[in-house]
């Protein structure tokens, strides 16, 4: 499929995925959301795809959801706008592979909402985050309530969506938010050697051990220990565990196969 708003561009196991819209700082408008949406059904079922690296083009990651689309829309149509973003975001949070959010400038609104529903979040030190939406008289509505005080806490997640507050790179570390802060130019290296380190691992344990995490941050311990109990048993029925214990029997690296 084409993409008008987007790029991909797929090497050694790893999809890049660059939101293109620059002009508008990247700013998520229903086309983007339609295309992201479509693009992470393709990568789903793309079986030399192991990991994602989601970035932006120009200054920005994503500086927020699009204000000239939204600027003119009723309750409802605000409730369906919003429904789409969240829809979007979880489809990508639950895709069977690593998702990388290589954060390269601002990461605001939509865009700190879009960074949250990835796996990893690897910033530039020129990065800012923040929800901003409160000083636009709405809410966060891609699942910014939800994801931020899942990340940061509940306090520091109200903190930062009742003030608006912007946060640089470093703040973001310190509050859990990001898992690394680099330098610009060393940024979109980082996240690739990420997803090749990733990907030189069990496709189908790397995949399982996601699922378990996502599915056991949603219930109580005892039915996330039976989560993974189940999916840890799994992985025994493949031939990438046999070669993968043989591997270290034998004092070598493993030949992972995806089966």
Same mark, same amino acid.
């Given at each position: 499929?084409?993409?008008?708003?987007?790029?991909?561009?797929?090497?050694?196991?790893?999809?890049?995925?660059?939101?293109?819209?620059?002009?508008?700082?990247?700013?998520?408008?229903?086309? !983007?959301?339609?295309?992201?949406?479509?693009? *992470?059904?393709?990568?789903?079922?793309?079986?030399?795809?192991?990991?994602?690296?989601?970035?932006?083009?120009?200054?920005? =990651?994503?500086?927020?959801?699009?204000?000239?689309?939204?600027?003119?829309?009723?309750?409802?149509?605000?409730?369906?706008?919003?429904?789409?973003?969240?829809?979007?975001?979880?489809?990508?949070?639950?895709?069977?592979?690593?998702? !990388?959010?290589?954060?390269?400038?601002?990461?605001?609104?939509?865009?700190?909402?879009?960074?949250?529903?990835?796996?990893?979040?690897?910033?530039?030190?020129?990065?800012? *985050?923040?929800?901003?939406?409160?000083?636009?008289?709405?809410?966060?509505?891609?699942?910014?309530?939800?994801?931020?005080?899942?990340?940061?806490?509940?306090?520091?997640?109200?903190?930062? !969506?009742?003030? /608006?507050?912007?946060?640089?790179?470093?703040?973001?570390?310190?509050?859990?938010?990001?898992?690394?802060?680099?330098?610009?130019?060393?940024?979109?290296?980082?996240?690739?050697?990420?997803?090749?380190?990733?990907?030189?691992? /069990?496709?189908?344990?790397?995949?399982?051990?996601?699922?378990?995490?996502?599915?056991? +941050?949603?219930?109580?311990?005892? @039915?996330?220990?039976?989560? @993974?109990?189940?999916? *840890?048993?799994?992985? =025994?029925?493949?031939?990438?565990?046999? @070669?993968?214990?043989?591997?270290? +029997?034998?004092?070598?690296? /493993?030949?992972?196969?995806?089966?």
């Amino acid at each position: 499929m084409e993409y008008s708003k987007l790029s991909v561009k797929k090497e050694n196991g790893t999809a890049i995925v660059k939101i293109n819209n620059p002009q508008s700082l990247n700013a998520l408008d229903s086309t !983007i959301l339609g295309e992201l949406d479509a693009l *992470f059904t393709e990568l789903e079922n793309d079986c030399s795809v192991s990991a994602v690296i989601l970035t932006g083009e120009g200054k920005a =990651f994503v500086a927020g959801a699009d204000i000239t689309e939204m600027s003119g829309m009723n309750a409802s149509q605000g409730k369906a706008f919003g429904e789409k973003g969240a829809r979007v975001f979880r489809k990508i949070e639950l895709l069977s592979k690593p998702v !990388i959010a290589a954060v390269n400038g601002y990461a605001l609104g939509g865009g700190c909402e879009l960074a949250m529903c990835c796996d990893i979040r690897i910033a530039s030190e020129k990065a800012k *985050f923040g929800q901003p939406e409160v000083g636009l008289g709405i809410t966060p509505g891609f699942s910014g309530t939800q994801r931020l005080p899942r990340l940061v806490g509940i306090g520091k997640a109200k903190e930062l !969506i009742y003030t /608006a507050d912007v946060i640089d790179a470093g703040e973001a570390y310190r509050i859990g938010l990001v898992n690394k802060v680099v330098e610009p130019q060393e940024l979109m290296n980082t996240a690739i050697a990420l997803a090749e380190k990733i990907a030189k691992k /069990a496709p189908i344990a790397v995949k399982n051990s996601k699922e378990a995490i996502n599915r056991g +941050m949603q219930c109580g311990m005892d @039915e996330a220990i039976n989560i @993974e109990a189940s999916l *840890f048993g799994l992985c =025994f029925a493949t031939e990438d565990q046999k @070669e993968g214990m043989k591997a270290f +029997m034998e004092k070598r690296e /493993a030949k992972f196969n995806n089966r």
